[in-house]
């Protein structure tokens, strides 16, 4: 019994020690210790922060998906962007053969079923310019691009610009990419 009166003892002992008093203030300190670490790793993420996005955007970058998804962009721009220029050129034959069928388009009636003809060709060469403006703007704009400048094959233009007819990429002549009709 000399044990499990002394082991009474101490649990008595220390029941009162732990007072509401001392729990409080032990609860406080434990959660000022939780506050206080918690900002401090705020503080180191924040701090890291740049370098760990750089990182990140670097294996973004490299990885291979992306690294195949942005060579088959550029190729399918630049392809997209010359098939849009020989649309437009051939929109342009297409009018220029009406205008000659058509000499004097406009009879003077309210509804001219050739000067509806003509206008819808001059539309259609319209919408084509705007979509081949579309395109290069669009291709430009990979080029700048963090994740896929680096994929553009060799072969391709850093950037199609009309300043710049002296283009001569591979097979491709700048009038490929000019966004212009060549009748």
Request: net charge negative; hydrophobic share 35%; charged share 20%.
């Amino acid at each position: 019994m000399t044990n499990n009166s002394s082991f009474e003892d101490q649990w008595e002992a220390e029941a009162e020690r732990w007072t509401p008093r001392r729990v409080k203030v032990w609860l406080g300190v434990f959660v000022a210790i939780c506050l206080f670490g918690g900002i401090a790793l705020w503080g180191f993420s924040v701090a890291t922060s740049n370098a760990k996005g750089a990182g990140d955007a670097v294996i973004q970058k490299n990885q291979a998906l992306n690294r195949t998804q942005a060579q088959a962009l550029f190729n399918t721009n630049f392809q997209s962007i010359k098939s849009l220029d020989q649309k437009l050129s051939d929109a342009q034959v297409q009018l220029d053969a009406f205008n000659k069928t058509h000499p004097s388009v406009g009879n003077g009636t309210p509804y001219d079923p050739t000067s509806e003809q003509q206008a819808n060709l001059m539309r259609t060469i319209t919408g084509l310019q705007q979509q081949c403006h579309n395109a290069v703007a669009d291709y430009n704009a990979s080029t700048r691009t963090y994740t896929l400048e680096d994929f553009r094959d060799t072969d391709l233009p850093k950037e199609i610009t009309a300043t710049d007819p002296a283009f001569t990429g591979g097979t491709a002549r700048f009038s490929d990419f000019d966004c212009q009709a060549n009748a």
